[in-house]
């Protein structure tokens, strides 16, 4: 079965960091371009940033300079750590696969994705 997991979120003060996994089965990453996108309450789901199939990254301008994506195709997962967390980081965090393996922050172009993982930045 081809799917993709997402780990890590939580709740965190402002300023805090955390660390979301997104974990592969039924398929190997390796010539895959991966995406993390965020959907807030009330609002469109929106891409954060994502890794090429050749370890180039991409980023939103509201996440540049504090969010770091990385990829370990031995382990099959993608990883996005984000530091000086916001409230307005605040939403549910997905990560999808791009099968052609190009840069993107375009939803259609992502045809598997996670379940989501809740992430909360608050006092």
């Known amino acids: 079965q081809v799917q993709l997991v997402e780990s890590g979120g939580g709740l965190v003060q402002p300023g805090g960091s955390l660390r979301l996994s997104c974990a592969a089965s039924?398929?190997?990453?390796?010539?895959?371009?991966i995406g993390w996108f965020r959907q807030a309450p009330g609002k469109e789901r929106e891409g954060v940033s994502c890794i090429t199939s050749d370890g180039s990254t991409y980023y939103a301008d509201s996440v540049k300079g504090r969010f770091t994506i990385s990829r370990d195709n031995a382990k099959n997962t993608v990883s996005l750590q984000m530091n000086s967390l916001k409230p307005e980081d605040t939403a549910v965090y997905y990560c999808?696969?791009?099968?052609?393996?190009?840069?993107?922050?375009?939803?259609?172009?992502?045809?598997?994705w996670g379940q989501g993982t809740q992430v909360t930045v608050s006092s």
């Open positions: 039924g398929f190997t990453l390796d010539y895959y371009a």
């Open positions: 999808a696969s791009n099968p052609w393996g190009f840069a993107t922050m375009t939803r259609a172009e992502y045809d598997c």
